[in-house]
């Protein structure tokens, strides 16, 4: 079965470079979630988009913003960054509650980006 | 706001031993608790939810409103029982996870 798909998997950049990430969730899901999670910490929400609409938003950067497209796919942009934002970022999906389509709360989740910042 | 904690980071059993990975959270409300699971090289993946009361791979865990835990237990203790594991709540009509810091669970031979 297709799963969420992230890319690039791997990415690295030097202080003050901007990165791109990108999520393709899984088809006929509608809310995209993404969660970063640094060296030996828990995954922290940063934002999430329902039917392309920001549907809630965590502890991201005012120097991050996120978008999710008329396909559903979202891209999560990075600007300056800093070396402590180097961090796997996870990327999960979930068909909505209000869709009809199953109300499990089960979130399905990406492999993730991990970003190094040199 | 909502807080998940998970004590141990590390937690290893032999074989065949039961386990125990303790979860407990800080919320007003009805809280929605999960565990999800990371083996070696695979993606974040659920293992149990609170509402569907099922065993999974051998793994239960009952939701403590009075304790506010949602402890996950497993009777037999085996090897691919090695792996990440964290517990999660979301808030009802909220579907963000808010995590715990995780507990690596080593299973020796």
């Known amino acids: 079965a297709a799963g969420v798909i992230q890319s690039p998997r791997h990415l690295i950049k030097e202080k003050r470079e901007t990165a791109t990430l990108k999520c393709y969730p899984i088809p006929r899901h509608d809310t995209v979630y993404w969660y970063q999670q640094g060296p030996g910490q828990d995954p922290q929400f940063l934002i999430s988009f329902y039917e392309k609409m920001q549907s809630d938003k965590g502890s991201i950067p005012d120097r991050f913003s996120a978008q999710q497209f008329s396909d559903y796919h979202s891209e999560l942009n990075m600007s300056s960054l800093e070396l402590g934002d180097s961090a796997l970022y996870f990327c999960?999906?979930?068909?909505?509650?209000?869709?009809?389509?199953?109300?499990?709360?089960?979130?399905?989740f990406g492999e993730g980006s991990r970003l190094t910042v040199l | 706001a909502q807080r998940v904690t998970q004590p141990e980071k590390l937690l290893s059993v032999f074989k065949g031993a039961p386990v125990e990975l303790k979860c407990n959270y800080s919320y007003s409300g009805s809280p929605e608790l999960f565990w999800y699971v990371q083996y070696s090289r695979q993606r974040l993946q659920l293992l149990l939810r609170h509402i569907s009361r099922e065993s999974i791979k051998g793994f239960t865990a009952d939701l403590n409103k009075g304790e506010t835990s949602f402890h996950l237990k497993k009777p037999f203790a085996q090897e691919e029982d090695s792996a990440m594991y964290y517990c999660a709540l979301k808030r009802r009509g909220n579907e963000k996870l808010t995590f715990g810091t995780g507990t690596r669970l080593t299973i020796i031979p």
């Open positions: 999960a999906s979930s068909p909505s509650r209000t869709s009809g389509r199953g109300d499990t709360g089960e979130l399905f």
